[in-house]
């Protein structure tokens, strides 16, 4: 190489060219490389664009900080068994093929929203969430359920008022609902102490504790002191008033703690049940009461005990016909 020249075999430096212009076309060369999926070396690079390896290093920190400002961002890193640095995807930017499909489908069985809430939220979800080489594969996996999709029969939208209920519990705001019953009166006016937003059997719900309410006429069970629960899709109309409520920590809902002992969203006193099972699936009923605990087991089946809210169980219990035994 001839002094006062900086001349790069490939053709990518000419004579003549500036510092700036031999960095930015450096820059170019090595962005090509890493985006082809190639390692860059330190030491080979240098020696191929006659730079020391210090002028490479700074080349990487400068194309770090660009990939690190694009959408989704991306990463250089050093790897240590190829001995140089490479192209990466950020590990929290993308979910894997298989990550993704299992959320669309669950979003997909559920059957929790209107096809016009549901359907853009999946392709969102894989357009932001799926490597472009993935895009297509992912998209036909899921394209026949998302044709024959099949809305929930109120009819409603959900999605605003979730996060307007949401904005409520986060702040501690006292609510006022108009809610729609199945029983005489229809609707009533409700102010409430929004707690939490659960999900179950493809409605979404707010569990709540009533206030200015006669609790001898309206509750069956006027010493109920658990939380009431109200479909979202049934509440016609949500006014956030300027009172706030408190609650002690010690003293917060868990909604964790209340979705393993509630069956179907039907609220009512705590209770422990006991009963025999001789089906073929335990885990089924494990999975189902997160609570229950096997007391005993013998050649005939396995004695249970767990601990629910609510009526909800007794559905539950007779839905399994004669394998189930209450004790």
């Keep these: 190489m001839t002094e006062g020249t900086n001349h790069y075999v490939k053709g990518t430096y000419s004579m003549g060219t500036s510092r700036i212009e031999q960095k930015c076309l450096r820059?170019?060369?090595?962005?090509?490389?890493l985006q082809d999926g190639l390692i860059v070396r330190k030491a080979e690079a240098a020696v191929k664009f006659g730079v020391t390896e210090r002028s490479i290093q700074r080349d990487i920190q400068d194309l770090r900080d660009f990939f690190a400002d694009q959408i989704p961002p991306r990463e250089i890193?050093?790897?240590a068994k190829a001995k140089g640095y490479r192209l990466t995807e950020r590990n929290?930017?993308?979910l894997s093929n298989s990550e993704i499909l299992a959320v669309c489908k669950i979003l997909l069985e559920s059957r929790s929203m209107m096809r016009a809430e549901m359907l853009p939220i999946l392709d969102r979800l894989i357009s932001c969430c799926v490597p472009e080489q993935n895009k297509k594969a992912v998209t036909a996996l899921v394209s026949n359920e998302k044709h024959h999709y099949i809305e929930p029969r109120h009819g409603k939208s959900v999605l605003n008022a979730l996060w307007e209920i949401g904005q409520a519990i986060q702040n501690h705001k006292m609510i006022e609902i108009e809610y729609e019953r199945l029983k005489t009166p229809n609707i009533v006016k409700?102010?409430?102490n929004p707690v939490g937003i659960m999900f179950s059997e493809y409605y979404f719900y707010l569990t709540a504790f009533l206030q200015?309410?006669?609790r001898e006429t309206e509750f069956e069970n006027k010493n109920d002191l658990s939380p009431t629960i109200y479909r979202i899709?049934?509440?016609?109309s949500v006014k956030i008033l300027p009172r706030t409520f408190y609650v002690p920590y010690k003293d917060r809902f868990e909604e964790g703690e209340f979705r393993k002992r509630v069956q179907f969203m039907y609220g009512g006193k705590l209770q422990r049940i006991r009963f025999r099972y001789t089906g073929l699936s335990l885990e089924a009923v494990l999975d189902r009461l997160p609570t229950a605990e096997i007391v005993s087991q013998n050649e005939?089946?396995?004695e249970i005990s767990a601990e629910v809210f609510g009526s909800g169980i007794d559905m539950w219990l007779r839905s399994q016909g004669d394998y189930i035994e209450r004790l």
Excluded: E, K, P
């Excluded at 820059?27 to 490389?33: I, T």
């Design 77 to 79: 890193t050093y790897d």
């Design 212 to 214: 200015n309410v006669d």
């Design 92 to 94: 929290m930017s993308f």
């Design 190 to 192: 409700r102010v409430v």
């Design 300 to 302: 005939s089946g396995w």
């Design 233 to 236: 899709d049934r509440i016609q």
């Design 27 to 33: 820059l170019l060369r090595l962005n090509a490389l």
